[in-house]
C-alpha cells in the first residue's frame, strides 16, 4: 500500500495495522472488516494535528458495531472487490501527523522539506521507500540500515549531503539504491559491498570521492547480478573497477565526468545486454577493443576525453542499434573504418580532437539518419566525399582543422537541415564555391576560411536567411559580396586576407569605387561608351513599365486599392532583401480571396502563396485595425520582435511582415501538413501518425520550448502552446507557431501577465497567480504530448487522475485506438514519453521538470525514475507474450 501526501516533512503520517491485519480477513468477514478499517481510520484521523480535506470521513452517531459501515466511497480510499482498503492517496491534503507499519512509502515529487525522521527506521515491514525529487536536506539517517526488508530506496534530486551511512550496508534485501542528484560526500563506504542483491546503482550528480569509492563489488556483491551502475559527475579518483569485467549482466553504466584512471583494455569485457555506455572525461588510457563490437544491444558509447590509443575497431561497425559513437578528445590514430557505414541507426559521431588519417570513407554517406557529424582536429586528408550529400538529417557538420583538399562538393547543397554549423575551415580546399550551397537556407554558421578558395562568393547565398555567423577570410576570393544583412553587417576579419572581395561591408571597398590611374580612366570612359545606350533603352522600357502600372492600378477593384501603399516602406522584410514584395503577394492571393485560404482563427486568416519566385510561404492576415481593439497589432508586433531573435530547426520561420494601418500580414514558412489539430481529427491522418512519428513530433516540440527558455538571450515563454499551434512540414516534422502573446522573462522582474492561452492547455496555477514562468509552458508542453499519443486532448485523463475516486487506467487503453499496439522495439519508448508528459502536467509547478531535462531525457531515452517505475512493477505473463503497454497503469509511471 502506498501513502501519498504534501504535507511538511517535520512529521509523518499514522496509519494503523488494520491494513496489514485486513489482508487475511475473508470475504464472510467483510461487514466487519470494513468497519475496523473505518473506525481504525476515524482514530488515525482523529489523531492528526490538521485534517480539514479529511471532512468526508463520517461515521453514524448511532451504534454501528453491528452495521455495514464502509469506508470505500470517502475522499482519497480505494478498496478491492471485496470491499477492503487497498490504498489511501490523499496529494495535497495538508495533513499533520505521524506513521508506522506501511510496507510500501511513495512520497515522491512533492514539496517535502526539512531532514528525513530517523523515526522511519522504526517501519520494519517496509519495502519500498521512495522520496525522490523533494526538497529534502540534510543527512541519510543511519536508522534506515534498520529496514532490514527494504528492496527499493530511491531519494534522488533532493538537498541530501553528508556521507553516505555505513549502515546501508545491512540492506541485504535491498536491489535498487538511488541516491542520484544530491550533494552528498566523502566515499562509499566498504559495508555497502554487503549489499549482494543489488542491481541497480545510481550515485550521479554528487560530491562522492576517495580511490577505492568503487571498490564496493570488488569484495563483496554478486557482481552477476548487477545492472545499472551510474556514478557520472561526482569527484571520483582512482582506478576503474577491473570486476566490472565481469558484470555480464550490465544494461547501463555511466562513469563520465570523474577522474578515473586505468586500462580500458583490462576494466571491460563483452556485455550481451549493455545498452548505454559512458565513460568520458576520464583519465583512462588503454586501446578499444575489438570486444565491443560483441555487445549487440549497444545505443551509445561514449569514450570522450580520455588518453585513448590505437585504432578504431572496424567491429564497432557490427553495432547495428548504436546511435550515439563518442571517440573525441582522445590520441586515437589510422584511418575511419568503413566498416562504420554499416551503422544505420548512428545520428551522432563524434570523433574530434584526435590524430586520425587518411581519407574519409564515402561509407559514411550511407549513413541515412546521421544528425551530427564532427571530424575536426584530426589529420584527415584527401576530397570531401560527395557521398555526405545522402546524410539527408544532418544538422551539424564540423570538418575544420584537417588537411584535406579540392574542391567543395556540390552535394553538400542537398543537406537541407543543416542549421547548426557548416564548418570545413582551416583545410586546403580549392576551387570555386557551389552556388549550390545557397540551398542551406537553415543554415545559422559558415566558416569556409584558412582555404584556397576561389572565384566569388555566390549570389545564391542572398538566400541563406538563417545566416548568422560567417568567415571566407583567408582564401584567394573576389568579386562582390552577397548582397544580405548577414554580409552587410560582417566584421571585417570574416573578408581579410583575399584578393579582391568588394561590398558594403566593414573593410571592404565598394563595388563600384572609382579609379585612379589613367589607364583605369580610359577603360572608364570606354565602359561609359558602352553603357550608355543600353541606359537609354533600359530608361524607355521602365516609362513604358510605369505606364502600364498606372494603367493597370486604375482598374483595379476599390478593395484592392485599400491595399496600396502608405506613404513610407509597408513592406519590411527581414534578411529577405526584397524578394518578397507587396504586389507580389496582393496578386498571389488575388486580393486575399478565400479560395486561398487554409486556416482561421481570431487573429485573422492565413492563406497560401505561390510567389513569382517558385517558393510558397503561409501569409497570416490579420484584421483591420481602424477604429478597432489594438491588441492584434500587439500581437502582430510581439510575434515580430520574437521570431526576429530565434533561430530553431523546429520553430516556424517568419520571412518578412506588412505594417499598414488597413493591411497588416506576417510571411511564414509553409508548413504543408498544416496543425496537429487537423491531422490528429481525421482518421486518415492520424493513422500516418506511427507511434515511432508521434514520439518524435514530441521530441521536436519539446527541443523548440527549451531552446525559448534556456539558450536564448532573455528566455521566451510561448504561453499559447497547444496542438493547434504545432505545425507539420512535408516530412512530418514539429515546428512550433504563433507567438502572438509570447513573452520575455525579464530578471528580477515579476513578470505578471493576464489569463490568456488556449482552454485546456493552460497550466492551472495562473487561473490564481497570474505570474507566468517556464512551468506554465511546460504544463501546455505536457497536455499537447499527451494529445499526440492519446488522439485526442487528455482532459478526462488529467481530470481523472486528481480525482479523489481515482480509477486507475491501463496505458494501453490511453494510447489512440485508431494505431496498432506499438511494436516491442518501440513500447518502452512509448512508455517513457507518456511518463514525461504526465510529469509535466504535474498540478504543482515546482515538481515538473524543466523543458531541457525533457528535452535531454526524450533525446537519450534517459534514465528516469518514471521509467524505472515501469521496469520494476510491470507484471509479465508465463509466456512473456504480455508487454509494458499491457500491464502498466497511468498512476504507476505518474508516480500517483
Same mark, same amino acid.
Given at each position: 500500500?502506498?501513502?501519498?501526501?504534501?504535507?511538511?516533512?517535520?512529521?509523518?503520517?499514522?496509519?494503523?495495522?488494520?491494513?496489514?491485519?485486513?489482508?487475511?480477513?475473508?470475504?464472510?468477514?467483510?461487514?466487519?472488516?470494513?468497519?475496523?478499517?473505518?473506525?481504525?481510520?476515524?482514530?488515525?484521523?482523529?489523531?492528526?494535528?490538521?485534517?480539514?480535506?479529511?471532512?468526508?470521513?463520517?461515521?453514524?452517531?448511532?451504534?454501528?458495531?453491528?452495521?455495514?459501515?464502509?469506508?470505500?466511497?470517502?475522499?482519497?480510499?480505494?478498496?478491492?472487490?471485496?470491499?477492503?482498503?487497498?490504498?489511501?492517496?490523499?496529494?495535497?491534503?495538508?495533513?499533520?501527523?505521524?506513521?508506522?507499519?506501511?510496507?510500501?512509502?511513495?512520497?515522491?515529487?512533492?514539496?517535502?522539506?526539512?531532514?528525513?525522521?530517523?523515526?522511519?527506521?522504526?517501519?520494519?515491514?517496509?519495502?519500498?521507500?521512495?522520496?525522490?525529487?523533494?526538497q529534502i536536506s540534510g543527512s541519510i539517517p543511519a536508522q534506515l540500515g534498520n529496514l532490514q526488508n527494504l528492496v527499493e530506496l530511491v531519494l534522488?534530486?533532493?538537498?541530501?549531503?553528508?556521507?553516505?551511512?555505513?549502515?546501508?550496508?545491512?540492506?541485504?534485501?535491498?536491489?535498487?539504491?538511488?541516491?542520484?542528484?544530491?550533494?552528498?560526500?566523502?566515499?562509499?563506504?566498504?559495508?555497502?559491498?554487503?549489499?549482494?542483491?543489488?542491481?541497480?546503482?545510481?550515485?550521479?550528480?554528487?560530491?562522492?570521492?576517495?580511490?577505492?569509492?568503487?571498490?564496493?563489488?570488488?569484495?563483496?556483491?554478486?557482481?552477476?547480478?548487477?545492472?545499472?551502475?551510474?556514478?557520472?559527475?561526482?569527484?571520483?579518483?582512482?582506478?576503474?573497477?577491473?570486476?566490472?569485467?565481469?558484470?555480464?549482466?550490465?544494461?547501463?553504466?555511466?562513469?563520465?565526468?570523474?577522474?578515473?584512471?586505468?586500462?580500458?583494455?583490462?576494466?571491460?569485457?563483452?556485455?550481451?545486454?549493455?545498452?548505454?555506455?559512458?565513460?568520458?572525461?576520464?583519465?583512462?588510457?588503454?586501446?578499444?577493443?575489438?570486444?565491443?563490437?560483441?555487445?549487440?544491444?549497444?545505443?551509445?558509447?561514449?569514450?570522450?576525453?580520455?588518453?585513448?590509443?590505437?585504432?578504431?575497431?572496424?567491429?564497432?561497425?557490427?553495432?547495428?542499434?548504436?546511435?550515439?559513437?563518442?571517440?573525441?578528445?582522445?590520441?586515437?590514430?589510422?584511418?575511419?573504418?568503413?566498416?562504420?557505414?554499416?551503422?544505420?541507426?548512428?545520428?551522432?559521431?563524434?570523433?574530434?580532437?584526435?590524430?586520425?588519417?587518411?581519407?574519409?570513407?564515402?561509407?559514411? @554517406? =550511407? &549513413?541515412?539518419?546521421?544528425?551530427? *557529424?564532427? $571530424? /575536426?582536429?584530426?589529420? !584527415? #586528408? %584527401?576530397?570531401? +566525399?560527395?557521398?555526405?550529400?545522402?546524410?539527408?538529417?544532418?544538422?551539424?557538420?564540423?570538418?575544420?582543422?584537417?588537411?584535406?583538399?579540392?574542391?567543395?562538393?556540390?552535394?553538400?547543397?542537398?543537406?537541407?537541415?543543416?542549421?547548426?554549423?557548416?564548418?570545413?575551415?582551416?583545410?586546403?580546399?580549392?576551387?570555386?564555391?557551389?552556388?549550390?550551397? @545557397? =540551398? &542551406?537556407?537553415?543554415?545559422?554558421? *559558415?566558416? $569556409? /576560411?584558412?582555404?584556397? !578558395? #576561389? %572565384?566569388?562568393? +555566390?549570389?545564391?547565398?542572398?538566400?541563406?536567411?538563417?545566416?548568422?555567423?560567417?568567415?571566407?577570410?583567408?582564401?584567394?576570393?573576389?568579386?562582390?559580396?552577397?548582397?544580405?544583412?548577414?554580409?552587410?553587417?560582417?566584421?571585417?576579419?570574416?573578408?581579410?586576407?583575399?584578393?579582391?572581395?568588394?561590398?558594403?561591408?566593414?573593410?571592404?571597398?565598394?563595388?563600384?569605387?572609382?579609379?585612379?590611374?589613367?589607364?583605369?580612366?580610359?577603360?572608364?570612359?570606354?565602359?561609359?561608351?558602352?553603357?550608355?545606350?543600353?541606359?537609354?533603352?533600359?530608361?524607355?522600357?521602365?516609362?513604358?513599365?510605369?505606364?502600364?502600372?498606372?494603367?493597370?492600378?486604375?482598374?483595379?477593384?476599390?478593395?484592392?486599392?485599400?491595399?496600396?501603399?502608405?506613404?513610407?516602406?509597408?513592406?519590411?522584410?527581414?534578411?529577405?532583401?526584397?524578394?518578397?514584395?507587396?504586389?507580389?503577394?496582393?496578386?498571389?492571393?488575388?486580393?486575399?480571396?478565400?479560395?486561398?485560404?487554409?486556416?482561421?482563427?481570431?487573429?485573422?486568416?492565413?492563406?497560401?502563396?505561390?510567389?513569382?519566385?517558385?517558393?510558397?510561404?503561409?501569409?497570416?492576415?490579420?484584421?483591420?485595425?481602424?477604429?478597432?481593439?489594438?491588441?492584434?497589432?500587439?500581437?502582430?508586433?510581439?510575434?515580430?520582435?520574437?521570431?526576429?531573435?530565434?533561430?530553431?530547426?523546429?520553430?516556424?520561420?517568419?520571412?518578412?511582415?506588412?505594417?499598414?494601418?488597413?493591411?497588416?500580414?506576417?510571411?511564414?514558412?509553409?508548413?504543408?501538413?498544416?496543425?496537429?489539430?487537423?491531422?490528429?481529427?481525421?482518421?486518415?491522418?492520424?493513422?500516418?501518425?506511427?507511434?515511432?512519428?508521434?514520439?518524435?513530433?514530441?521530441?521536436?516540440?519539446?527541443?523548440?520550448?527549451?531552446?525559448?527558455?534556456?539558450?536564448?538571450?532573455l528566455p521566451i515563454i510561448h504561453r499559447d502552446l497547444s496542438s493547434n499551434n504545432v505545425l507539420l512540414n512535408s516530412k512530418l516534422e514539429a515546428?512550433?507557431?504563433?507567438?502572438?502573446?509570447?513573452?520575455?522573462?525579464?530578471?528580477?522582474?515579476?513578470?505578471?501577465?493576464?489569463?490568456?492561452?488556449?482552454?485546456?492547455?493552460?497550466?492551472?496555477?495562473?487561473?490564481?497567480?497570474?505570474?507566468?514562468?517556464?512551468?506554465?509552458?511546460?504544463?501546455?508542453?505536457?497536455?499537447?504530448?499527451?494529445?499526440?499519443?492519446?488522439?485526442?486532448?487528455?482532459?478526462?485523463?488529467?481530470?481523472?487522475?486528481?480525482?479523489?475516486?481515482?480509477?486507475?487506467?491501463?496505458?494501453?487503453d490511453t494510447l489512440d485506438q485508431r494505431l496498432l499496439d506499438p511494436m516491442v522495439e518501440v513500447e518502452q519508448e512509448v512508455a517513457f514519453t507518456?511518463?514525461?508528459?504526465?510529469?509535466?502536467?504535474?498540478?504543482?509547478?515546482?515538481?515538473?521538470?524543466?523543458?531541457?531535462?525533457?528535452?535531454?531525457?526524450?533525446?537519450?531515452?534517459?534514465?528516469?525514475?518514471?521509467?524505472?517505475?515501469?521496469?520494476?512493477?510491470?507484471?509479465?505473463?508465463?509466456?512473456?507474450?504480455?508487454?509494458?503497454?499491457?500491464?502498466?497503469?497511468?498512476?504507476?509511471?505518474?508516480?500517483?
Amino acid at each position: 500500500m502506498a501513502m501519498k501526501t504534501s504535507f511538511s516533512f517535520s512529521l509523518l503520517l499514522i496509519l494503523a495495522a488494520f491494513l496489514k491485519k485486513a489482508a487475511f480477513l475473508s470475504s464472510s468477514a467483510v461487514a466487519t472488516s470494513t468497519f475496523g478499517e473505518a473506525d481504525a481510520l476515524m482514530k488515525w484521523k482523529d489523531s492528526l494535528l490538521q485534517s480539514q480535506a479529511l471532512h468526508s470521513w463520517l461515521l453514524p452517531s448511532t451504534n454501528a458495531s453491528t452495521m455495514r459501515i464502509s469506508p470505500c466511497k470517502w475522499i482519497g480510499i480505494s478498496c478491492n472487490s471485496l470491499g477492503s482498503v487497498t490504498e489511501i492517496s490523499l496529494p495535497y491534503a495538508g495533513l499533520q501527523g505521524n506513521l508506522k507499519n506501511l510496507v510500501d512509502l511513495e512520497m515522491s515529487s512533492n514539496n517535502l522539506t526539512g531532514p528525513i525522521p530517523p523515526a522511519l527506521g522504526n517501519l520494519r515491514n517496509l519495502k519500498v521507500l521512495y522520496l525522490f525529487s523533494n526538497q529534502i536536506s540534510g543527512s541519510i539517517p543511519a536508522q534506515l540500515g534498520n529496514l532490514q526488508n527494504l528492496v527499493e530506496l530511491v531519494l534522488c534530486n533532493n538537498s541530501l549531503t553528508g556521507p553516505i551511512p555505513p549502515a546501508l550496508g545491512n540492506l541485504r534485501n535491498l536491489k535498487l539504491l538511488y541516491l542520484c542528484r544530491n550533494q552528498i560526500s566523502g566515499s562509499i563506504p566498504p559495508k555497502v559491498g554487503n549489499l549482494i542483491k543489488l542491481n541497480e546503482l545510481t550515485l550521479e550528480n554528487n560530491l562522492l570521492t576517495a580511490t577505492t569509492s568503487l571498490a564496493i563489488y570488488h569484495s563483496y556483491a554478486r557482481v552477476d547480478l548487477l545492472k545499472t551502475f551510474t556514478a557520472f559527475d561526482n569527484h571520483f579518483i582512482g582506478e576503474i573497477l577491473k570486476s566490472l569485467r565481469n558484470c555480464t549482466s550490465l544494461t547501463r553504466v555511466r562513469l563520465g565526468g570523474n577522474q578515473l584512471t586505468g586500462n580500458i583494455s583490462e576494466a571491460f569485457g563483452v556485455y550481451p545486454n549493455l545498452k548505454f555506455m559512458d565513460v568520458s572525461n576520464n583519465r583512462l588510457f588503454g586501446e578499444l577493443s575489438p570486444n565491443w563490437g560483441e555487445c549487440q544491444n549497444l545505443t551509445m558509447l561514449q569514450f570522450s576525453g580520455n588518453m585513448i590509443t590505437g585504432r578504431i575497431p572496424p567491429k564497432i561497425g557490427q553495432l547495428t542499434q548504436l546511435g550515439v559513437l563518442g571517440l573525441s578528445s582522445n590520441h586515437l590514430v589510422g584511418e575511419i573504418p568503413k566498416e562504420l557505414g554499416r551503422l544505420t541507426s548512428l545520428f551522432n559521431l563524434s570523433l574530434h580532437d584526435n590524430q586520425l588519417s587518411g581519407q574519409v570513407p564515402q561509407e559514411i @554517406g =550511407k &549513413l541515412s539518419n546521421l544528425e551530427v *557529424l564532427d $571530424l /575536426s582536429m584530426n589529420h !584527415l #586528408s %584527401g576530397p570531401i +566525399p560527395p557521398q555526405l550529400g545522402d546524410c539527408s538529417k544532418l544538422w551539424y557538420l564540423k570538418m575544420t582543422e584537417n588537411d584535406l583538399n579540392g574542391s567543395i562538393p556540390f552535394q553538400i547543397g542537398n543537406l537541407i537541415h543543416l542549421q547548426v554549423v557548416l564548418d570545413l575551415s582551416h583545410n586546403s580546399l580549392n576551387g570555386e564555391i557551389s552556388p549550390q550551397l @545557397g =540551398k &542551406l537556407q537553415m543554415l545559422e554558421m *559558415l566558416n $569556409l /576560411s584558412h582555404n584556397m !578558395l #576561389s %572565384g566569388s562568393i +555566390p549570389k545564391s547565398f542572398e538566400g541563406m536567411i538563417s545566416l548568422q555567423s560567417i568567415d571566407f577570410s583567408y582564401n584567394d576570393l573576389g568579386g562582390p559580396i552577397p548582397i544580405s544583412k548577414t554580409f552587410q553587417k560582417a566584421p571585417a576579419k570574416a573578408f581579410i586576407e583575399n584578393k579582391g572581395l568588394c561590398g558594403e561591408a566593414q573593410g571592404l571597398k565598394p563595388c563600384n569605387a572609382p579609379s585612379t590611374s589613367y589607364g583605369d580612366a580610359r577603360k572608364g570612359h570606354q565602359v561609359i561608351f558602352i553603357i550608355l545606350p543600353l541606359l537609354v533603352a533600359l530608361f524607355l522600357l521602365f516609362l513604358v513599365v510605369c505606364i502600364s502600372s498606372i494603367y493597370y492600378q486604375r482598374r483595379r477593384n476599390p478593395e484592392q486599392l485599400v491595399l496600396e501603399r502608405s506613404s513610407g516602406n509597408p513592406f519590411s522584410i527581414w534578411n529577405y532583401d526584397g524578394i518578397l514584395v507587396f504586389e507580389d503577394i496582393v496578386e498571389a492571393t488575388e486580393g486575399f480571396d478565400d479560395i486561398y485560404c487554409i486556416g482561421i482563427g481570431g487573429y485573422g486568416k492565413v492563406y497560401k502563396t505561390n510567389l513569382q519566385t517558385g517558393q510558397v510561404v503561409a501569409v497570416k492576415k490579420l484584421h483591420p485595425l481602424e477604429g478597432g481593439d489594438q491588441s492584434d497589432q500587439r500581437s502582430f508586433r510581439n510575434e515580430i520582435q520574437v521570431l526576429t531573435e530565434v533561430r530553431h530547426r523546429n520553430i516556424v520561420k517568419l520571412y518578412g511582415f506588412c505594417s499598414h494601418a488597413r493591411c497588416s500580414f506576417l510571411v511564414y514558412e509553409y508548413m504543408e501538413r498544416g496543425s496537429l489539430t487537423s491531422i490528429l481529427s481525421n482518421d486518415e491522418g492520424a493513422i500516418q501518425l506511427d507511434w515511432t512519428t508521434r514520439v518524435k513530433v514530441i521530441k521536436g516540440v519539446a527541443h523548440a520550448l527549451s531552446y525559448m527558455h534556456h539558450d536564448c538571450t532573455l528566455p521566451i515563454i510561448h504561453r499559447d502552446l497547444s496542438s493547434n499551434n504545432v505545425l507539420l512540414n512535408s516530412k512530418l516534422e514539429a515546428n512550433v507557431f504563433d507567438f502572438g502573446i509570447a513573452q520575455l522573462l525579464i530578471p528580477d522582474s515579476s513578470n505578471w501577465t493576464t489569463l490568456a492561452g488556449t482552454y485546456g492547455y493552460i497550466a492551472p496555477e495562473l487561473a490564481y497567480t497570474m505570474r507566468v514562468t517556464e512551468k506554465c509552458d511546460v504544463y501546455s508542453f505536457g497536455v499537447v504530448a499527451l494529445e499526440v499519443m492519446m488522439g485526442r486532448h487528455p482532459g478526462e485523463l488529467i481530470s481523472s487522475l486528481t480525482s479523489p475516486n481515482r480509477q486507475d487506467k491501463l496505458l494501453k487503453d490511453t494510447l489512440d485506438q485508431r494505431l496498432l499496439d506499438p511494436m516491442v522495439e518501440v513500447e518502452q519508448e512509448v512508455a517513457f514519453t507518456v511518463s514525461m508528459a504526465l510529469a509535466c502536467i504535474r498540478s504543482n509547478p515546482d515538481s515538473r521538470p524543466t523543458m531541457h531535462h525533457v528535452a535531454q531525457e526524450l533525446s537519450v531515452g534517459g534514465p528516469s525514475f518514471l521509467s524505472r517505475t515501469i521496469q520494476c512493477t510491470c507484471i509479465m505473463s508465463t509466456d512473456g507474450s504480455e508487454s509494458i503497454i499491457d500491464w502498466v497503469k497511468i498512476p504507476q509511471i505518474v508516480g500517483l
